[in-house]
Each structure stands twice: as structure tokens, then as C-alpha cells.
């Protein structure tokens, strides 16, 4: 056989039983995800910040890093809401490489997804219970979702995943913010697709069982750049993208339309630094035009608590082994700017 089934692992339920969330978390989470809810549905005027390390490789930094965050929050709280960044799953172009705390509780050691399970969900745990905020994280595996379900206030659904049709069918059952990134590519035709694929009912099988889903409103576009067909890094956050991708989501008669600007990856062409005046560029035209301002409810930013990336092994701590990220302090100085420029 092609397949080596190593061992079994336990159903969510029986993660979720042994580690579960407390009560009073499960009513602060409802109550950001109506937030949430109402930002993209457009009863609420505030502005998303989804903001962390590229991959939530080490529990110690980022729990530090969600601290951080969250003093802040109280500061923004009348104009950002602060969604912290625990991705947990690493997509590799190629397949080889780090995947994530999900598959390598520790990255300089072989993989073990029963570990990787307990440390995606004591991690997620850990940042609620602490600082109350609840966190992002990328569903690259749509069978690991009902793991990290009652725990999660938003969801990205990456530029390789977003074409899967199976990605599509179990995003319409999420019942939380999710974020449809465009494609490699770049084309906005199959994020939008995507998008309508996600916000209808479906029939199909998941983990076992004939399902039917609901379909989910919220389900929306993230813009993160694109990569020619000649290897170039193209941008989409500009005024002249946000319009274009107006008048698509108009033909598509999709429900609550609207964007998020990941202001790294092909947008920034992986030059960290360039986020900050990314996510003014966008700031601005939202300030000068109401469709674009109705448009764009948020940003997303790579960050972590020092800057740029290092390779594993390295063990500086709170800095990227994944993608390079800005460090604390330009991080924190941005969140205030954006909170400056939404008024």
C-alpha cells in the first residue's frame, strides 16, 4: 500500500473533552465573533487587524506576543479589533519543509500529530484564556476544523487551498468569519468563486459522515498578491484593484461583500518593512473614497516580537523561522497609526 496508517487519532470531541475551554471564554468568544460578524455585515464601522507571527511555531513567544497585544486593545477598542495571528499550519509550495506546530510541536524534531493536535489546542487555549482575545488561524487541513472550532473567531483559507473543492464545501459550514485568499495567480474570478461556493449549502462527505451544511455569510475576500507566469510578484491592494474587484463582486451578487488586505506575501514581495506603508496606502484610499472604504474591512500583518526570520535551530526567541515578520516595535507603532486613520 501507498498508505502507512501509523496510529489512530482522537476524535475532536475527545480532544476537546480533555482540553476544553472555559465557560466564561466560550461567551467572550461568541461576543467577538458577533463583533466580527457585524464589521463584515457592515452594523459595525470598526477595522479588523488581524496581526501575528508568520507561523506560531513556539508557545512561549507568542503567548508573550497576544499579551502584548492585548493592553492595546483595550486603547483601539472604540476603532480596531485586534485578531491575533496563531497559524498553526504552514503550506509549503513544494511540500517539503516546516509545516507548522500542527505537524512539528518542535521543528527541529520528526513530526507527531497527536502532540501537534494537544499543542494547536493548547496554544489557542492558552491566548484566550490569558488575555481574551481570540485568535486567526489558516485551515489548511479542513478535516482538523472541528479540533479548534469552538476556539477560532476567524479563518483563512490559503492562496494554494483556495481552488480545493473540498476547502470550499467545509468552509460553508463554518459558522465564523472566513477569509478567501486569492489564488497564486492572482485571479479574482476563482477567489470569488470560491467565496460563492463557500456562502451556499452543500451536500458531501466530511470525516466520515453525509453532511449537509448551511452555508456561510461571512465568508469573504483576502487580497494577497500574485505571482506572474514569468516568477514576478504583482500587487493587488491598490485603489485601481479595490475598484475592479468591486464591480466583480457586484456581478456575483454574493452576500456582504468584502476584503481584507494581507499586506505581506506577493503584496509586499516578502519585504517585510513594506507592510507599514502598505497598510497606509490602503488607509488612505479608504479615507478618500466610500467604496473603498465600505469595501475594505481590514488588514492582515506579519509580526512577531523581533524582526525578520532566522532559520530553525537559531533559537532567537520571539523571531520568525518561517517568513520574516516586523518586529514589536513598528507593530505597535502601526496599530496606533491605523487607529489614527480610520477616524
Known amino acids: 500500500m501507498s498508505f502507512t496508517f501509523l496510529k489512530e487519532l482522537p476524535s475532536p470531541k475527545e480532544i476537546k473533552t480533555e482540553y476544553p475551554l472555559s465557560a466564561a471564554m466560550q461567551q467572550k468568544k461568541a461576543q467577538r465573533d458577533q463583533m466580527i460578524a457585524d464589521v463584515l455585515t457592515g452594523k459595525d464601522n470598526r477595522f479588523l487587524v488581524i496581526i501575528g507571527p508568520c507561523s506560531a511555531d513556539s508557545e512561549g513567544p507568542v503567548i508573550e506576543y497576544v499579551n502584548r497585544l492585548a493592553p492595546i486593545q483595550e486603547k483601539v477598542k472604540d476603532r480596531l479589533i485586534l485578531i491575533p495571528r496563531i497559524y498553526t499550519n504552514k503550506p509549503r509550495t513544494t511540500g517539503s519543509g516546516y509545516k507548522g506546530i500542527a505537524t512539528q510541536p518542535d521543528p527541529e524534531k520528526a513530526p507527531d500529530m497527536l502532540a501537534g493536535l494537544i499543542a494547536v489546542r493548547k496554544l489557542h487555549l492558552r491566548a484566550i484564556e490569558e488575555t481574551g482575545l481570540t485568535p486567526a488561524d489558516e485551515m489548511l487541513y479542513p478535516e482538523n476544523w472541528g479540533y479548534v472550532e469552538d476556539l ?71 487580497l494577497r498578491g500574485a505571482t506572474s507566469k514569468h516568477g514576478n510578484n504583482v500587487q493587488n491592494y491598490h485603489y485601481e484593484d479595490i475598484v475592479r474587484l468591486n464591480e466583480m463582486y457586484k456581478k456575483m451578487d454574493l452576500k456582504n461583500p468584502a476584503a481584507v488586505i494581507d499586506a505581506n506575501h506577493s503584496n509586499s514581495n516578502k519585504q517585510f518593512k513594506e507592510q507599514i506603508r502598505i497598510v497606509k496606502e490602503v488607509l488612505h484610499n479608504r479615507s478618500i473614497s466610500p467604496m473603498i472604504r465600505k469595501m475594505v474591512k481590514g488588514v492582515m500583518i506579519e509580526s512577531y516580537l523581533e524582526e525578520g526570520c532566522q532559520k530553525i535551530g537559531e533559537h532567537v526567541y520571539g523571531k520568525s523561522i518561517t517568513d520574516p515578520c516586523l518586529g514589536w516595535k513598528d507593530s505597535e507603532a502601526l496599530i496606533y497609526t491605523i487607529a489614527d486613520m480610520v477616524k
Request: net charge negative.
Open 152 to 222: 477560532l473567531s476567524y479563518v483563512a483559507i490559503g492562496a494554494r487551498s483556495v481552488e480545493d473543492q473540498h476547502h470550499r464545501l467545509t468552509t460553508s459550514g463554518f459558522d465564523v468569519a472566513s477569509g478567501m485568499k486569492n489564488p497564486t495567480s492572482g485571479d479574482f474570478s476563482v477567489m470569488l468563486n470560491s467565496v460563492y461556493a463557500a456562502q451556499h449549502p452543500h451536500h458531501f462527505v466530511y470525516r466520515g459522515y453525509e453532511v449537509e451544511t448551511s452555508g456561510n455569510p461571512l465568508t469573504h475576500v483576502v
